[in-house]
């Protein structure tokens, strides 16, 4: 694959994505850079990733030869309720969340329960190793049915009575985090390659909850937040993972990944939530298995995601690639938990689309 024949395959690429955009809800999902081939694979890549997707399991850092190169940057977009995707856009810039950026999410998503994934990350690749700088935001919005109904009016008159809404958000940033990665020894008794890899990370997480009622019409801050705009706390967590290549088969790969060994403190209330009492983990502890078939062609790949159920259901992903001879991966995936995915890709850049776009755990908050 060489650099020109991607821009000689960019027209086909466009013209791809437009049709398969065409095809979608117009609420749904997208996910730009090098994080979209796992999203467009259903989520699938614990074991069938390269170098560039380090963040997914740390053991591709085993592989990596780079002096010095860039990471290409990829944002993800995740809606799940009644609003259109660039409406919840545009309402999340910061991991903090105040009263004001409440209540503009309120007002343009919260004519039904709704929920927001953003999350961004960049970074520089090293010889089996990288730094990454990496932020996302989760954010839950839960008004009753009158709340809805009054915005449905066009919030016509003074806030009912018996309206009410939350506003829950959540935030970690990681900059940067450390990856490395090496084989291990090759043993005479082991039938394989084995490459481990751990991640560091220097982790700030945020939280904040907000109420809206006739008695609060502008927003006021939950019980737990102790009257703070928001409540953030700074630690340290690591992931681990691991990768399996059997002599006898070297496009047959196995993966184990662990996010949040080490789990980041967790975010402690100044006063017991209704919801979660005295403290939430944010970024639980996940473990997951993967496995693949990789050749020059065509990539295959199942993972079993979070097997103990700390993050939400454990669940299927499932997801396929074909590269063609001009350089362009079709893609496409399903998963149980979000549905049907499918994506393009051009070198390291890739799109993905999906009615609703898997979580990648190893970059996100949970409530």
Known sequence: MILSSHFRTLPLAVLFASCLAACLPVVADVTLGTDARDVAMGGAGLASG???AASTNPAFLADSDTLLGIIWPSVSARLNGAAGLTDAIKLIGNAAVDANEAWDMLKEVGQGPTTVDMSARTGLALPRAD?????AVHSEITPNADFSNWL??????DLPATASADVYSG???ALPSLGIGFHLPEIASLPGTTS???RVKPTRLYYSHYIF???NPDGAPAAEMGGRSYLKNTSVSADAGMTFTPRSSPNLHFAVMVNNLIQPKAMRFAAPSMRFGEEKQLAPRTISLGTAWVDQHITLAADLVDVTGNFNATHLRLGGEYWLANGLALRGGYNTQDGLTAGIGLGF????FSKDAPVMISNTVTF
């Open 152 to 157: 449905k009016s066009g919030m016509t008159g």
């Open 171 to 173: 935030g970690i940033a």
């Open 131 to 135: 730094l990454l700088a990496s932020a």
């Open 349 to 352: 850049f890739g799109i993905a």
């Open 213 to 215: 009622d006739a008695a």
């Open 50 to 52: 390269d170098t560039q």
């Open 196 to 198: 481990v890899g751990f």
